[in-house]
């Protein structure tokens, strides 16, 4: 079973951050918003989330900065990866929202956090070994 990571975007904070850590889990999504097209910034790995299909886990993480240092909940997707328009999901975002539609399997645990390296993307797929300690951490 293939296994992803998504960055919940911790520990920033207002539009970002918790903001969108509440909005993937009110949702019951993993997110990536693009940057709009006006900016210089892109967003890598997109095509990472294409590669999702029903039964998939998706990792949340939340970065060592928030103080909560790893992998804080699992969802198994339901569905592929869909493109939504605009402020959607993010009010006053004009990039591109694409979302994983998400099951979660375990709460939202920032208390007990499984200790996780993730690499500096949005969204991507986690390599078997780590894969087996984050399902191994949450009894899945």
Known sequence: ????VCHTNMPHTGVNGQYLEDLMRQH????????????????TWLSEM????AGHLIF????????HGGIIAVGK?????????PMQL???W?????VVPVE????WNTSDPCPFTALNASFYECDPEPAAAVRAHFNL
């Open 90 to 92: 993010r009010p006053a």
């Open 28 to 43: 019951n999504c993993a997110a990536i918003w693009e940057h709009p097209e006006h900016a210089d910034q892109r967003t």
């Open 50 to 53: 294409e590669r999702v299909t």
């Open 1 to 4: 079973m293939l296994c992803f």
């Open 60 to 67: 949340m993480f939340a970065n060592q900065r928030s103080g």
């Open 104 to 107: 979660w399997l375990t709460a």
């Open 77 to 85: 997707a339901t569905g592929p990866r869909r493109q939504l328009l």
């Open 94 to 98: 004009y990039g591109t929202e694409w």
